[in-house]
């Protein structure tokens, strides 16, 4: 006979009931947390756009063809196939960031403006020692191309060591044994029961361990390069010591009414000297017995970043369409070569008179001034007033000019590597294979990277090929 049921006792809970309970409130959490990041990345993705749309001096966009698309994430663990195809998602996306910064680095307007003057030199006529004239020396372009080549040796340079970086990762991963985290049972293979085939990875664990190492060396080379930029050597520093000292600034115009200014003008006046006095040069700078090296009187601020108004730029596009397109050396034997190899010639003359009267404020009605960023421009990356009647010339003492470099992206070059490499692991579950075939492309885009990046630079500043490295 049954017992009869007691209501005052309370059954226990179902745990099926619990473990549901648990999954629904974790979807809630997660899609709580999803639904405030996408508002975030929404704001702040029209802020961007609305910068691009001023600096690239376009026409609004049209956003009638946008819908909204679904987003979903996975509510169980378990649902390794899903996460797999958030990280290929991710993956693509960071590919096209990263193929759009390569684009505009390599269609980077730039043009080294030479302040030196001709200077003059005594002559004897044959008349006799009694009568001299006075004679225009030539102005070497041996100064420009210095500071080019080392330009161009800038291109590919980055915060961090690649082939280190995957050694490391390696290291950690096969030599110390990180990748037995990786498994799906409790226990480290070594005293896993016997069992057919190879052990069952979990590809969560496995991306969340490879890519934690991955970005956790990485930041760690970009601290140890912080400080020996302050110790040891600083390449952006440098560069802009080297313009100063041989009298050349540079223009770069990363898009079509903004871009960075490095001013180069030496304070002594005149670069091409011997080495005695550019000793009394340096010495005297060391005593602050000159000038400062800023663009504005009393001011040692030589970086900024530039937003150009419409006529300045439509006057600089002017000049450049004089230039011949060409990629190379003209043969000197082609009379048709000798015309326009000269032309090139009057067009790199008439655009360094151009700008170098800009910066001195000769052209009322295509003047600019100097004006520092607020601080909430700073941080987002944008400008709030738009050139119109004038240029902005805002001062930059973080040196963001490296921003047309591989130096200036570190972030989107080292999460791009992290996601490359994850994903062939994903792909092939073999961690060496990874980092070789991560290799490979780090070369594959450094040698794209240098070779358009060369071509860029001979086009855009009218140099001979011959004289670059």
Request: charged share 20%; net charge neutral; glycine share 4%.
């Amino acid at each position: 006979m049954d017992a009869p049921s007691n209501p005052n006792v309370s059954t226990p809970p179902d745990p099926t009931t619990t473990v549901k309970d648990a999954h629904m409130y974790e979807a809630y959490v997660v899609d709580t947390a999803a639904g405030a990041l996408v508002g975030l990345v929404a704001l702040l993705s029209v802020l961007k756009t609305a910068s691009w749309q001023r600096r690239t001096a376009s026409a609004a966009p049209d956003l009638r063809g946008l819908q909204q698309v679904p987003a979903f994430l996975p509510l169980n663990p378990q649902e390794d196939k899903h996460f797999v195809t958030y990280v290929v998602c991710a993956f693509a996306l960071k590919a096209v960031q990263l193929l759009h910064q390569l684009m505009v680095q390599l269609s980077v307007d730039v043009f080294f403006i030479d302040w030196e003057k001709p200077r003059t030199a005594a002559s004897r006529t044959a008349a006799g020692a009694a009568h001299q004239k006075r004679d225009l020396l030539p102005v070497s372009i041996w100064r420009t191309y210095f500071v080019a080549n080392e330009w161009n040796e800038l291109q590919t340079v980055r915060k961090i060591r690649p082939t280190f970086q995957i050694l490391a990762v390696l290291f950690f991963l096969k030599a110390l044994g990180f990748w037995e985290y990786t498994v799906r049972e409790p226990w480290p293979p070594s005293e896993c029961p016997q069992q057919e085939g190879p052990p069952s990875y979990s590809p969560t664990v496995r991306f969340g361990l490879a890519a934690t190492l991955w970005l956790g060396i990485g930041l760690v080379q970009v601290i140890f390069t912080v400080f020996y930029e302050i110790c040891v050597e600083d390449k952006i520093r440098h560069f802009v010591d080297l313009c100063s000292m041989s009298n050349i600034s540079v223009l770069l115009l990363a898009q079509r009414c903004f871009g960075y200014y490095i001013h180069g003008r030496s304070v002594h006046g005149h670069a091409d000297t011997n080495m005695e006095e550019m000793n009394n040069n340096l010495r005297r700078e060391a005593e602050s017995l000159c000038g400062q090296r800023g663009l504005l009187p009393s001011t040692e601020i030589q970086t900024f970043q530039v937003a150009l108004s419409t006529r300045l730029r439509s006057q600089y596009d002017r000049i450049r369409e004089s230039f011949a397109t060409r990629y190379g050396p003209a043969r000197l034997t082609d009379p048709g070569s000798v015309s326009r190899w000269e032309q090139n010639i009057r067009a790199y003359h008439a655009m360094n008179f151009f700008l170098a009267s800009i910066i001195d404020h000769v052209h009322p009605d295509m003047d600019y001034y100097v004006r520092d960023k607020l601080a909430l421009e700073r941080i987002m990356g944008v400008e709030f007033l738009e050139p119109i009647e004038k240029s902005i010339f805002y001062n930059d003492k973080a040196h963001s000019f490296s921003d047309a470099l591989f130096y200036g992206h570190e972030s989107t070059l080292l999460s791009f590597d992290a996601f490359f490499f994850c994903v062939v692991d994903l792909a092939c579950r073999n961690f060496v294979l990874a980092g070789l075939l991560t290799y490979v492309q780090q070369t594959i885009f450094r040698k794209i990277r240098s070779f358009f990046g060369r071509k860029n630079l001979i086009y855009k500043s009218q140099l001979d090929a011959r004289f670059l490295k």
